[in-house]
Nanobody, 126 residues
């Protein structure tokens, strides 16, 4: 079965940069979107960015718009999240996910995503 695995997390100073990667064991033709989510202690899982695997359109939550960039490789087996100017409030566990439903377009909702990585911790210090 398809598996996702995040990497690239760690500690970074505010104003620096960090790039997260998500490797898929294989690309499934039924995938419509891939996205990035995060969850901080005491908070729910938040969708912050998503990309259509069909139309290549992108979505960003207001909290990260202009600072984070989502992208994928041509083989559609690796997803990236470029984090520029991270802030302490960006500290969270970051997850990548893939959806096989066409309802994933736009804001990414956790319930629309079927495949999940185990997460990678990002800690931003001031």
């Amino acid at each position: 079965q398809v598996q996702l695995k995040e990497s690239g997390g760690g500690s970074v100073q505010a104003g620096g940069s960090l790039r997260l990667s998500c490797a898929a064991s294989e690309y499934t033709l039924s995938w419509y979107c891939m996205g990035w989510f995060r969850q901080a202690p005491g908070k729910g899982r938040e969708g912050i960015a998503a990309i259509s695997m069909v139309h290549e359109s992108e979505y960003y939550a207001d909290s990260v718009k202009g600072r984070f960039t989502i992208s994928r490789d041509s083989a559609k087996t690796t997803l990236y999240l470029q984090m520029n100017n991270p802030k302490p409030e960006d500290t969270a566990m970051y997850y990548c996910a893939a959806a096989d439903t066409p309802y994933c377009y736009g804001h990414p909702f956790p319930h629309d995503y079927n495949y999940w990585g185990r997460g990678t911790q990002v800690t931003v210090s001031s």
